[in-house]
């Protein structure tokens, strides 16, 4: 009865209060940085500042320039990473079923072998880049508590979710509640950890686009 | 907290701007800007990672720009930036980093990492944390009108020198001329033909043109070390002389911190626009080509390349004019691997060549140069930017290579058509 009703609670008020947090927190977030402003730059123009952030926006998720060994890891498994994460989050049939629920639309589920495929991967993944981040020098160097932190934030999701369709450690209800929380843990966090970078990384990119299209350089 | 910290710390925070606040947020740490700098590549220490350069004014924007790092600062778990920190840092944002921009190429988030290094040089002078060689350079630039200590002196009597070579006039503080002609220090000290080729290709071009004797230095220390106040009043000297001359263009010379300095700075700097237009002497020369009126009636079989100057490319556009121009007088022209905008830098941009401090490391990291030439085999390389070719001819006489350096106005004043030998035509 006790798991009942924190079921209830997560699923209901719990819930709401972390879309709330994520919302109100990432619209924030994003408004503060917008307000610190820049300076317009008083030189002639070569080419348009939109042009260029838009398709920097667009060409940063492909990789144009020669890497490392350890670079083409990092990009490879970060890709498997975020492809798996998404794929699970918008083509799991459960998932799709809650999103109808609150906003009416949907689209058609992935089969659930595909989904179990896209999780263990991106599962996988992180694993490896976890590790990659204790071995290799640099990112050993420039890793904090946040960069932990977010990972297992981001982890856990994943992890529940997984356990969870296979009902794999716990009965299916405190799986449930599990995987609710930890959603709920990864959306009360995100606005105020680098994990604003899912919004925040579009800014970047434009920002950077900008001025290589207010320059004519078409990078 | 010394005062020197606070100002350091003041101007810090107050260079923290809309990108630069998305940049910080958006970094994860990936350490793949790592691989794009030739200070890590060449060296395998992590320390020279792009974004760890920044690390001091990170830690203040967390601290004090966002809802995290007041927390942690509230809690008691945050580090402070300390005078011994940016001491510690101090080669790292000068010494090491030449603001060749690859890294702002290959981040994934979008971070244009270089834009942030200009701006912490900016904290590292009000600290007092600059490089003794950049202080000087900047220190003679003011006083003096030049960091290499060129004066007017010096102008005149190379372009005595080029006026006997050529037979022709170069025009000085001619009022209501077109063009204003630029140079920097190294090419009146070091590279002093720039000024009879000009004046040969402007005679066949008929281009209306001048130097002046109030601003014909472009190269801007202000901006390499990181001083606005400084670089502004180097850009201003160009600017008066400019309007005193009521010429229509500026021609930024063969330096690429002067192109950047004078055509994408200069007016921020000053903060208004210029009342005249700036071109790169290379774009116009690709100009004239076009408009045939750049005529080249021979061609150099030698086996050459050209070496992209970061500022001209990278950071400022003019990526295939010098190809057309070489491709008009070199057949044998080659690319080098990774060639126009990936360049690899010569290692001695951003100051870092006025720093004699950085000297064995920059001498170290000219392997990924030598690397990319050893690829292509050449006699020649060509390049645009004065500093690039003493720092090459730098390079390749501490590896033992034996290639000649150009600058490319050089090399289509060789080739001109007609008026060869410098006989008025
Ligand atoms: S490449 Fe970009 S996101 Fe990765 S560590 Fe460097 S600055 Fe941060
Ligand atoms: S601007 Fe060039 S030298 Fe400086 S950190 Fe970036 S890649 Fe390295």
């Known amino acids: 009865m006790v798991t009942q009703e924190i079921l209830l609670w997560v699923r209901g008020t719990g819930l709401q209060i972390a879309v709330a947090v994520f919302v109100i927190g990432m619209v924030f977030r994003m408004l503060h940085i917008r307000m610190l402003g820049r ?6 123009a070569r080419g348009s500042e939109w042009s260029g952030g838009l398709r920097t926006i667009w060409k940063r998720s492909l990789v144009s320039t020669r890497l490392s060994a350890r670079g083409y890891f990092t990009v490879i498994a970060g890709f498997i990473f975020h492809i798996g994460f998404f794929v699970t989050l918008l083509f799991l049939s459960q998932h799709i079923d809650l999103i109808r629920a609150v906003l009416g ?11 179990d495929m896209a999780a263990v991967l991106s599962i996988a993944a992180m694993v490896a880049l976890l590790v990659h981040r204790f071995v290799d020098p640099v990112k050993r160097l420039l890793s904090d508590f946040q960069d932990y932190l977010t990972w297992l934030l981001s982890f856990l999701p994943l992890l529940s979710g997984f356990m969870l369709l296979r009902e794999i450690g716990f009965e299916y209800i405190t799986l449930l509640t599990l995987h609710i929380a930890s959603v709920e843990l990864l959306l009360i966090v995100a606005p105020f950890t680098k994990l604003a970078h899912m919004f925040t990384t579009f800014m970047a990119r434009w920002y950077n686009g900008a001025v290589n299209g207010f320059k004519g350089i078409n990078i | 907290m010394t005062t020197s910290l606070q100002n350091g710390i003041n101007t810090l925070l107050a260079q923290i701007d809309a990108p630069t606040a998305s940049f910080f947020s958006s970094c994860v740490h990936c350490g793949l800007c790592a691989d794009a700098c030739l200070f890590y590549t060449e060296t395998g220490d992590p320390k020279y990672t792009p974004i760890h350069k920044l690390e001091p004014m990170r830690r203040l ?3 004090e720009y966002t809802f995290w790092g007041k927390l942690m600062k509230g809690i008691g778990l945050s580090k402070p930036v300390t005078d011994e920190e940016l001491a510690e840092w101090e080669p790292l944002v000068y010494d090491s980093c030449t603001l060749c921009g690859r890294c702002s190429l290959v981040c994934p988030v979008g971070n244009d990492i270089v834009y942030m290094v200009r701006k912490m040089r900016e904290g590292m002078v009000a600290s007092g944390h600059a490089p003794e060689g950049l202080k000087g350079a900047t220190q003679r630039a003011i006083e003096l009108g030049s960091p290499m200590g060129v004066n007017l002196n010096t102008l005149k009597a190379q372009i005595k020198h080029a006026e006997k070579e050529t037979g022709l006039t170069v025009p000085l503080d001619v009022e209501g001329a077109d063009y204003m002609m630029v140079l920097s ?25 001048t130097l002046a004797s109030d ?45 950047t300095a004078l055509r994408w700075e200069g007016p921020n700097l000053i903060g208004r626009p210029f009342p005249f237009k700036v071109i790169h002497i290379i774009e116009l020369l690709d100009q004239l080509r076009s408009e045939g009126r750049l005529k080249t009636d021979s061609k150099d079989d030698t086996r050459m390349t050209f070496h992209d100057p970061c500022q001209m490319v990278r950071r400022g556009g003019v990526i295939e004019q010098p190809r057309k121009l070489m491709n008009m007088v070199a057949p044998n022209f080659v690319e080098m691997p990774e060639p126009g905008v990936q360049n690899w830098c010569c290692g001695g941009g951003g100051g870092v060549s006025a720093n004699h401090r950085a000297e064995p490391l920059r001498n170290q990291v000219f392997s990924r140069k030598k690397a990319q030439l050893d690829a292509v085999n050449v006699k020649t390389i060509v390049t645009s930017c004065s500093n690039c070719r003493s720092m090459l001819l730098d390079g390749l006489e501490n590896h033992h290579m034996d290639i000649e350096v150009i600058g490319l106005t050089e090399l289509m004043a060789e080739h001109l058509a007609e008026d060869k030998k410098g006989s008025a035509a």
């Open chain 2, 61 to 63: 924007w967390q601290q």
């Open chain 2, 185 to 209: 220090s190294a090419e009146v000290a070091d590279y002093p033909e720039i000024i009879g080729a000009v004046t040969r290709i402007f005679k066949q071009a008929n281009v209306s043109w």
């Open chain 1, 105 to 115: 639309l949907h689209w058609p589920a992935m089969p659930r072998g595909v989904i």
């Open chain 2, 215 to 259: 601003g014909f230095e472009g190269t801007n220390s202000g901006i390499q070390i990181g001083s606005s106040d400084l670089a502004a009043e180097l850009v201003g000297r160009i600017v008066r002389a400019a309007k005193r001359l009521k010429v229509k263009y500026v021609i930024s010379p063969e330096c690429g911190h002067a192109f």
């Open chain 1, 39 to 44: 300076k317009k730059s008083l030189a002639q």
